[in-house]
């Protein structure tokens, strides 16, 4: 048997072992020991010389100095400790308290709990697991239909591996050697719009057959109202915020509730009003940090006398020029930390890749009529000015937002405010610990390691002002953390070995010169590639799609004038219909394993399908639209 056949061999030969229950990791190794022994064996040689084991030292080596590996564990931590520490039942009765007027509120709170949940973790099992165990009984106590309540479980738990920060993507970066900070950039907007596209169709269907998703009943419906939050509104004004702002401002009626039995002190009123106004901060804070970063921080360069020395343009020239010899470094615009190359990974990241807009180095200015004096000021590069429609599309939108700010605290009594309060508690140290965690990657103020050890600490801080997390629990965590990262270590080292095989035998040669033999136009080798990764999907989990198959189109989408990025976050859409599609559809026995018993694999299979379509509507809109995956990279790195 010719070389190329021995390696045709091996691709197949790993579907067949995996699908049989073999470990991927091991299996990945032993296939490449094998067949790696049969392509250096030299009869002259002894059998201990031969080169395979060399190759296996060196590979497994070159894997775990992968720096960009760093960051699993440190996330992986992170999600454990969140699940151990039991941290989302208070935030589901909340959510579902201020969605409640919506068409099937229970399913639209599970969908939109398990995306928060997911971005925080990471973890599909732990997600659906945990889901399942607060949502899938209330959803059918409360008449919602099987699919329906299986299904929102199921494709929301899945979406915590697509938005960042995930470990999919570090797994990808590692592979593909891209940077994980562009990737997180890249996969944001589309995450989310996924998650959107699912709640539109959750809600569609509960609008359109409302018998699918029953509304609650009104005592259900309504939060408790604590003592001293009612004696506030009788004695100052219905309306919250004016009611809390006069009580700290005069006391004197407030305080007296504690003569008929309401304990309220003016620490209270003060912690109320600061409750009350945690939506007005919001906006400000965001509003105001766009501004900041588009008018301001973008435009520090142009807001300069507009001179600049020649020998601080040369200095700065140096590293620049450096910089943009792959177009996939970090830009040179920024001071962030670069992202570890993947030279010592699993492959070479692929050649010719086009070099995104802004990153060509600039060459430093020089006299017409011959060399300058050192020191002599020139024009300093000079940044795009902010478009005028920025201006008018801020103003627009914070007119809106302030419209809506109004309207709320119109309408905000003390029921409203009590579920304010409920989302305070229980939401916002989650979502600023996500916000701190994704903030410092995408603004390049740390690595994505770096970012991991502040989330895992996070998690920590978070797990003990609850008073959730035991020395059991923190044991388990660590050990599950240890499980995982254990696993995914081996399986880098198995898929390096089994790809440096397999090229040294002339199976990636044999499928390029396959795939460019065709004659496929760059939407055909698109379609031809997703096509053949959804279909993976169904026998696959993703860890041995990215690791095994993705690197055999890698080094086509040079001739192909693919975006490596575009291609990757398709990728990791398509790899959401690894965890929904049948027969090893694992969010389903994760969830068939804490369902009541009347509910069958089938009734979960059925109400997975719809989402698989929706994600092929998502890949659809992303290639017709490629500024929802490539518009914030290179917004933010050039």
């Known amino acids: 048997m010719s070389e190329p056949a021995l390696g045709l061999s091996m691709l197949g030969l790993i579907v067949v072992v995996i699908m049989l229950g073999f470990p991927t990791a091991f299996t990945l190794m032993g296939l490449g020991m094998f067949f790696g022994f049969i392509a250096f064996y030299d009869p002259a040689a002894h059998w201990l010389d031969n080169r395979i084991f060399d190759l296996m030292v060196q590979r497994a080596f070159g894997a775990m100095t992968n720096e960009t590996l760093l960051s699993i564990p440190l996330f992986v931590l992170m999600g454990y400790v969140m699940e151990r520490g039991a941290l989302v039942d208070k935030m589901f009765h909340s959510v579902q308290l201020a969605f409640r ?66 470990v999919m993507i570090i797994v990808y970066a590692a592979v593909a050697g891209q940077s994980v900070v562009k990737l997180y950039a890249a996969a944001m907007f589309p995450g989310f719009f996924l998650a959107f596209l699912y709640l539109v169709y ?13 509304k609650l009943p009104a005592d259900q419906q309504r939060a408790p109202v604590s003592p001293w939050v009612a004696h506030i509104a009788a004695s100052y004004s219905p309306r919250m915020l004016p009611a809390l702002a006069a009580a700290v401002a005069s006391p004197a009626r407030a305080l007296r509730g504690a003569a008929e039995g309401v304990r309220i002190t003016w620490w209270m009123l003060l912690r109320g009003l600061l409750s009350a106004l945690v939506p007005l901060a919001l906006a400000a804070a965001t509003l105001g940090s ?64 086009e070099e ?35 201006y008018t599309g801020f103003l627009l939108a914070s007119l809106f937002t302030l419209a809506l700010l109004a ?75 240890l499980k995982t990262t254990s696993m995914v270590c081996w399986l880098f080292v198995g898929s390096a070995l089994f790809s440096a095989v397999f090229a ?68 990791f859409v398509n790899l959401q219909a690894a965890f929904l599609s049948p027969p090893v559809a694992m969010s389903a026995f994760y ?35 490629p500024g929802l995956t490539l518009w914030l990279p290179q917004y933010l790195y050039g």
């Open 101 to 166: 007027r919506v068409p099937g509120s229970l399913a639209v709170t599970t969908l939109i709990v398990c995306t928060f949940w997911g971005i925080a973790s990471g973890l599909v099992g732990a997600v659906v697991v945990l889901m399942g165990v607060i949502a899938m009984r209330p959803m059918l106590n409360a008449g919602y239909d099987t699919r329906l309540a299986a299904g929102v479980i199921t494709a929301g738990g899945t979406l915590g591996i697509l938005i960042p920060p995930s």
């Open 202 to 214: 959750v809600i569609g269907w509960a609008m359109l057959q409302p018998k699918v998703a029953p």
């Open 290 to 353: 766009v501004w900041w970063y588009v008018a301001i921080y973008s435009q520090a360069d142009n807001s300069s006398s507009g001179k600049a020395p020649v020998a601080q343009q040369q200095q700065q020239a140096a590293p620049e020029a450096s910089s943009s010899g792959t177009g996939l470094a970090e830009p040179p615009a920024s001071d962030a930390p670069k992202e570890p190359s993947a030279e010592d990974g699993l492959q070479e990241p692929p050649g010719g890749v």
């Open 356 to 390: 995104p807009p802004g990153s060509e180095a600039p060459a430093p200015a020089a006299a017409e009529g011959g060399l300058q004096q050192l020191g002599e000021a020139v024009d300093a590069p000079k940044t795009a000015a902010v478009p005028e429609a920025f």
């Open 407 to 481: 309207w709320y605290y119109w309408r905000m009594d003390a029921e409203q405010f009590e579920i304010l309060r409920m989302l305070v508690s229980s939401v916002m140290p989650l979502a600023t610990l996500t916000l701190v965690v994704l903030g410092v990657i995408l603004f390049g103020i740390t690595t994505a390691t770096e970012s991991a050890a502040v989330g895992a600490a996070g998690a920590f801080l978070m797990a003990w002002q609850a008073g959730t997390l035991n020395f059991k629990k923190t044991k388990e965590a660590v050990f599950l953390t």
């Open 504 to 571: 040294l035998l002339g199976g990636q040669r044999i499928v390029e010169e396959w795939v460019l033999g065709m004659n496929l136009s760059p939407l055909q080798f698109l379609l031809l590639s997703q096509a053949i990764i959804f279909i993976l999907g169904w026998p696959l989990e993703w860890t041995e799609i990215i690791v095994i198959f993705v690197p055999i189109f890698l080094p086509l989408l040079a001739h192909f004038q693919i975006d490596p990025l575009l291609f990757g976050v398709l990728v």
């Open 591 to 625: 969830l068939k394993g804490v369902s009541p018993p009347h509910v069958t694999l089938n009734q979960i299979f059925a109400g997975m399908m719809p989402y698989m379509l929706i994600v092929i509507l998502c890949m659809v809109f992303m290639y017709i639209w």
